[in-house]
């Protein structure tokens, strides 16, 4: 399960950033991604949908969860909590 | 080249359903802010907005004619009354017209129809959904109660939709196109599907507007309108007219960069083009009325810009935690605190701004109202597509 959410989410990210998934590292920052604000909107939006979740993201806030400033690894890190709370 | 001068001014928004009420209260520091009550509200990740509470459609309209009308365009024609009535006019004058701008129209319209054929498997919509949504029936409704014949359309340029109405009403009298105009904004998109669409964009604030502070996490929704009457000064000295301001420059461009994220040299370049359209130099501006969201975005660009229009320093002062943001109606409400403090009632307090953020180091009005000797101030908008409208009062 572990697994495949760090695929998915990997994919999502590769997907909205326009990049190869083999790019996509754990170690890389998201904010190395490339994505702009709109982008890094639209990737929470596509993993929210493809996990019953809703991530806590404010662009505002951008700080507040791993989508801001984190690295990809991070992010998958969330994304698994968030799905585990959600049951 | 002609004067232009407003001599009426109307509104229903959270804060009141009267002008000198709604002054009061931008100057008290109050706000409208509160959590909402809506159906499903419980499936929202915000749940905090600033609705018009108390008003009753069946007050103002007739059951025929409310069969026609979305909450904005009540709003705007509820608007429109008040102004025309406090500027002592009997009848608009031949060739007069009316622009409202709206970023949603007749949003709750839409919302019940496609609800009522998608959701609740319905056969038929309202009869008159399609008068009662489309982006020009506020103004079409208020030129039909005052027999406006002359320029009459809406303005759509997202939260800077008032303000492009009336600049360009502004520029129409100027220009001789028309001798008096009924122009400002209304918007009623405080709804579920609203408040979600604005949900998925992520700038929403969870608890509440605090422009160019420090802690800001987004912006609030708010629903209402505010409608003006603008005259050719002469003709509105000539009859004993009570003048509230003159409008006395207005300027609009376009970042041309990108959809969401404002531009500072995009804003500044229409303070600049206002003030050079207003033939007022920077040190002759006592207040500019902030576009001041409490987004992040926003207010860190638009500090930088005022800072740039105004290196000798300007009051600065945002209404949006008083009243939320009212999109397209936006600009024009808060004119009212430029009327306010063109006419010595004080400058309005930025309400929610307890610690200012040193990104947007401002002269900012907090806390208490400011008094000051106000004898020109500038009404900023900006709107998500990077579209700015600026406005340039003098005192009358």
Same mark, same amino acid.
């Given at each position: 399960?572990? !697994? ?54 404010? !662009? ?16 998958? !890190? ?10 | 080249?002609? @004067? ?15 002008? +000198? ?12 802010? @509160? ?19 108390? /008003? ?26 008040? +102004? ?73 340029? %997202? ?26 904004? %209304? ?24 422009? /160019? ?50 531009? +500072? ?49 300007? +009051? ?13 109606? %936006?600009? %024009? ?64």
């Amino acid at each position: 399960m572990t !697994a495949d959410i760090a695929a998915q989410v990997t994919a999502i990210l590769a997907r909205e950033a326009l990049l190869d998934a083999t790019e996509v590292r754990a170690d890389l920052p998201a904010s190395d991604l490339g994505l702009d604000s709109l982008g890094l909107v639209e990737a929470i939006f596509a993993i929210e949908e493809r996990f019953g979740i809703t991530v806590p993201f404010n !662009a505002n806030r951008p700080e507040a969860t791993a989508f801001g400033t984190a690295t990809v690894g991070e992010i998958i !890190a969330e994304v698994e909590a968030l799905v585990r709370a959600r049951g | 080249m002609r @004067r232009v001068v407003i001599t009426g001014a109307g509104t229903v928004n959270p804060l009141s359903q009267s002008v +000198a009420d709604t002054i009061a209260g931008l100057i008290a520091g109050r706000t409208a802010i @509160r959590t909402l009550d809506l159906p499903d509200a419980d499936r929202l990740t915000v749940g905090i907005g600033a609705p018009v509470t108390d /008003f009753d459609p069946a007050r103002h309209f007739p059951p025929r004619d409310l069969a026609l009308l979305d909450r904005a365009t009540q709003f705007a024609l509820q608007s429109a009354r008040q +102004a025309v009535a406090s500027s002592g006019l009997t009848a608009m004058p031949p060739g007069a017209g009316v622009i409202v701008g709206t970023a949603g129209g007749g949003h709750e319209t839409a919302e019940a129809a496609y609800r009522a054929v998608f959701a609740e498997g319905r056969e038929r919509v309202h009869p008159f959904t399609v008068p009662r949504l489309m982006m020009n029936a506020p103004a079409s409704r208020i030129g039909i109660e005052f027999g406006c014949k002359g320029p009459t359309f809406a303005v759509s340029s %997202a939260c800077a939709s008032a303000n492009h109405a009336i600049g360009l009403a502004f520029q129409m009298i100027r220009s001789g196109a028309a001798p008096a105009m009924l122009a400002g904004g %209304a918007d009623a998109m405080l709804t579920f599907g609203g408040l979600k669409a604005w949900e998925g964009l992520r700038v929403l604030s969870p608890d509440g507007c605090r422009p /160019f502070d420090r802690m800001r996490n987004g912006l609030v929704m708010g629903e209402g309108a505010a409608i003006y009457l603008l005259e050719e000064r002469e003709a509105a000295l000539a009859r004993g007219a009570p003048v509230l301001a003159e409008v006395a420059g207005f300027s609009m461009g376009a970042d041309a960069e990108d959809m969401v994220l404002p531009s +500072a040299a995009g804003a500044e370049r229409a303070m600049r083009g206002a003030l050079a359209d207003a033939g007022l130099a920077p040190g002759e501006v006592g207040y500019v009325k902030a576009h001041g969201t409490g987004t992040r975005a926003n207010d860190r660009a638009e500090a930088e810009a005022i800072r740039a229009t105004f290196p000798g320093g300007v +009051a600065v002062s945002s209404t949006k935690g008083a009243h939320g943001h009212l999109m397209g109606a %936006a600009g %024009a409400v808060e004119l009212l605190a430029c009327l306010a403090a063109l006419r010595g009632e004080g400058i309005a307090p930025t309400v929610g701004l307890a610690d200012p953020d040193p990104d947007c180091a401002l002269d900012l009005v907090q806390r208490a109202p400011r008094t000051a000797e106000v004898s020109a101030c500038l009404a900023n908008a900006f709107a998500f597509g990077g579209l700015n409208a600026v406005l340039a009062l003098r005192r009358a």
